[in-house]
């Protein structure tokens, strides 16, 4: 897969998480609002294959370009962006024709990253779709900041986990496939029972201590895998609290570390201001999701933790 690299001078987020409906897309405009509003460049891009509707939140209902013609017509994603009303802030609309993920070929997804890179922005947020397809991880992983949006639910929690998994899986796989490893993590993984192994944290610990080199290799290429929490929709402390237990759970199990950086309650002006199509983060900046999401945004830029009594 395409080598990690930095948008010019700056920084590529990507806001995924597995489960769909959990607010990736309103967390996507509403971070690159605020962002936009401190100064900083932003290009905002929607990589829902799909279910692209990025555009909508700016209240735009029929994009003149999108990533279809980069998919169909081999146009440059510097010749898509398109201004928003926010200055310092364009967007390059998704692929408006519901063309399936699976159909991006691999050497389309690969120039599909080196534009990404080649953008002339301080940050690139990418909006991702729902799901664990491998281009949905590959493109989590290509990111800076890997962000996932979680609301507190038992299903979100278990899709988020599984999205969080198979993209750690995947880095390890397409890590050590370089050293001619990628196989035999496969293979390990299918017989893990009888290696004595239950979870990733588990495989990754056994590949340290059995092949020392691969073991310098995952500490290398493992030390960026952070992962930053955004929970969504919450209604109570208990919600508020759920950030906490995700950090311990990802660290027992899959070893890695989380930083929670922040929270934005359930609010009726949320969707209000998705059915006025207008940028929450212009519109309804007097309301405490508004106060939240700079919160979270600030710490997304410092990679900090929220900073909640109880919460460690
Ligand atoms: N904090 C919130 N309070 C109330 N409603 C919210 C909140 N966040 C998001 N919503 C609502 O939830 C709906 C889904 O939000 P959004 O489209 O951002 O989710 P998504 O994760 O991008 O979905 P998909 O997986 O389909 O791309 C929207 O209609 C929005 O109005
Ligand atoms: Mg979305």
Redesign the pocket.
Known sequence: MAPKSKVKEGEIWAIG?G???????????SAGTYLARKGRQVVLVDM?IG?A?LHT?FGISRPQKSLTSFFEMGASLGDLVVPTEMPNMSLITGDIHSMASDKITFSQKLKLFRQIMKLNAQTVLV?L??GSHNNTLDTFLIADKMIV?LVPEVIAIENMYHFIKNSLFRKVKMTLKEYGFKEIVQHIWDRRQSYGIVNLKELIDYLRESFSYIGTILDHELSSFQIHLVL??VRNNQDVQLGASIKSVMMKYLGIPIHYSGY????????K???ERKPFMLNYLATG?AKEIEILTENLIKSADIDIPGVA
């Open positions: 998480g489960k769909g409906g959990t607010g990736k897309t309103f967390i996507t405009s829902d279910g509707n939140f909006d779709g729902a949006v969504n929709m934005v309650e359930y609010s009726d002006a949320v969707w201001s998705v059915r999701c």
